[in-house]
């Protein structure tokens, strides 16, 4: 069974702060996708990066940047000078290569304060 | 522009009574899903289909049932036998491989009373 755990429930941050959103997962597979999404308050998910399983290089997007480690089982998410645009709810899911469908976790909330 | 649909944005239901969610989509995608988000659980699957007729259970399928009579077409509807379905529902859809990242739409949000 696949599994994602994001144990940060909310995270409250003032503008320009750096803050890092953990994700943690389970997966027996050996072959795997990582995804990282952001909802806004309109609601919509929006995709911001995935990862494959046998890629643990660092990647960096502007502000965003996200630190894959197998050997933790971990895919976290920094936001460096976070802005208040930047407040929004963000998932991590993970998909495998022998399913179907793409597992999420619980979500972080983040609030950047101006 | 491409995209997903979902109406209507809002919608209200007595208890007891069916209810069917719209989602269309133009993105020309195989696969599409149909996720419910509840406050702190995050998005939970209910059902998904990887090609026209053909359909899935995801995790929590039970009280809910689709159709995939078209490509760019997932209704869901929301039985009566859905014992908690106030929620936020979520349409998504993609290429239908692992790889592929999910598209989503605005989400209806369901309110039975």
């Known amino acids: 069974a696949q599994k994602v755990t994001q144990a940060q429930t909310e995270i409250s941050v003032v503008e320009k702060e750096d803050v890092t959103l953990d994700c943690v997962y389970e997966?027996?597979?050996?072959?795997?996708?990582l995804f990282w999404y952001k909802q806004p308050p309109s609601g919509e998910l929006v995709f911001l990066i995935r990862?494959?399983?046998?890629?643990?290089q660092n990647e960096i997007s502007g502000r965003y940047s996200w630190n894959f480690q197998k050997s933790t089982s971990s895919f976290n998410f920094t936001i460096t000078a976070s802005q208040v645009v930047d407040s929004a709810v963000y998932f991590c899911?993970?998909?495998?290569?022998?399913?179907?469908?793409?597992?999420f976790g619980a979500g972080t909330r983040l609030t950047v304060k101006p | 522009d491409g995209g997903i649909t979902q109406s209507p944005k809002y919608l209200f239901r007595k208890e007891g009574q069916n209810v069917t969610l719209s989602c269309e989509q133009n993105?020309?995608?195989?696969?599409m899903y149909w996720y419910r988000q509840d406050p702190g659980q995050g998005l939970r699957l209910i059902y998904y289909?990887?090609?026209?007729?053909?359909?899935q259970k995801g995790d929590i399928a039970e009280g809910y049932s689709v159709s995939r009579e078209k490509k760019e077409s997932f209704p869901l509807t929301v039985t009566s036998a859905q014992k908690n379905p106030t929620a936020f529902y979520l349409c998504?859809?993609?290429?239908?491989?692992?790889?592929?990242?999910?598209?989503f739409g605005n989400g209806t949000r369901l309110t039975v009373t």
């Open positions: 289909s990887q090609i026209v007729n053909d359909f």
């Open positions: 990862r494959n399983s046998f890629d643990e």
């Open positions: 993105l020309n995608h195989d696969a």
């Open positions: 998504a859809s993609n290429q239908g491989q692992q790889n592929s990242p999910l598209h």
């Open positions: 899911a993970l998909s495998e290569a022998e399913n179907n469908d793409m597992r």
């Open positions: 997966t027996r597979d050996t072959t795997y996708y």
